[in-house]
């Protein structure tokens, strides 16, 4: 059963069209939420760390947010470098017993100038 | 600038060959990860290590084995190579706490045939 699930699989916008992404998880006793940006043939890279419900990052035009079942992530006014896959991991425990972050399958965002 | 280094961008190696992905850091983690990723599947952690000769089994540990002979270098070995490990193998550490993210490499491309 997936833990966590990402929506839209893709989307595509306007350059200037700001739209939010979403996550939204299963885990009970969340550790952490993790937002990672990752562009064609290379690994993620780490955006933000979200604890608790009511909690909100920034950087630059994406601001995360999160609620006790999702997260959201929301793009301002976006330009074409905004263009990756978006993922969102929850940490969640192994079957080993440690705390380790699951990821979702992302989402393909493209942005048309 | 911080790193996490993988030996080889692309690779490609016989079924039944036994195959070595290194990975080093330079940032004194603790922590370090093997991942795979294929479309539609996501992220899939295949093992850790919290230590060095430290380890512990992800989600798909099945055809893998690991090696942490010092802090900086995680190893990941597939005994006898097969066409169904073909995929984007990704390495990470992260400090010990996971809050701060993981830092990843650029990934591996292994074809099997």
């Known amino acids: 059963e997936d833990q966590v699930t990402q929506s839209p699989e893709a989307l595509r916008l306007q350059e200037g069209e700001s739209s939010s992404l979403n996550c939204s998880y299963t885990?009970?006793?969340?550790?952490?939420l993790f937002w990672y940006r990752q562009d064609p043939g290379k690994g993620p890279e780490f955006l933000f760390t979200?604890?608790?419900a009511g909690e909100e990052k920034e950087k630059e035009r994406l601001k995360a947010t999160l609620t006790k079942k999702e997260s959201f992530l929301h793009i301002t006014a976006p330009k074409p470098e905004d263009s990756a896959t978006y993922l969102c991991?929850?940490?969640?425990?192994?079957?080993?017993?440690?705390?380790?972050?699951?990821f979702g399958r992302g989402t393909s965002l493209i942005v048309h100038p | 600038d911080v790193k996490v280094t993988q030996s080889s961008r692309y690779l490609v190696k016989r079924t039944g060959e036994k195959v070595f992905l290194e990975c080093v850091q330079d940032?004194?983690?603790?922590?370090m990860f093997w991942y795979r990723q294929d479309p539609g599947l996501g992220l899939r952690l295949i093992y850790f290590?919290?230590?060095?000769?430290?380890?512990e089994k992800g989600d798909i540990p099945e055809g893998y084995s690991v090696s942490r002979e010092k802090k900086e270098r995680f190893s990941l070995i597939l005994e006898s190579a097969s066409t169904n490990q073909t995929s984007m193998y990704l390495c990470?550490?992260?400090?010990?706490?996971?809050?701060?993210?993981?830092?990843f490499g650029s990934g591996t491309r292994l074809t099997v045939v």
């Open positions: 990470a550490s992260s400090p010990l706490d996971m809050g701060y993210g993981y830092t």
């Open positions: 885990v009970s006793g969340l550790r952490g």
């Open positions: 979200l604890y608790s």
């Open positions: 991991a929850v940490q969640a425990r192994t079957s080993g017993g440690s705390y380790i972050p699951t």
């Open positions: 940032m004194d983690h603790e922590n």
């Open positions: 290590s919290y230590d060095v000769k430290m380890k």
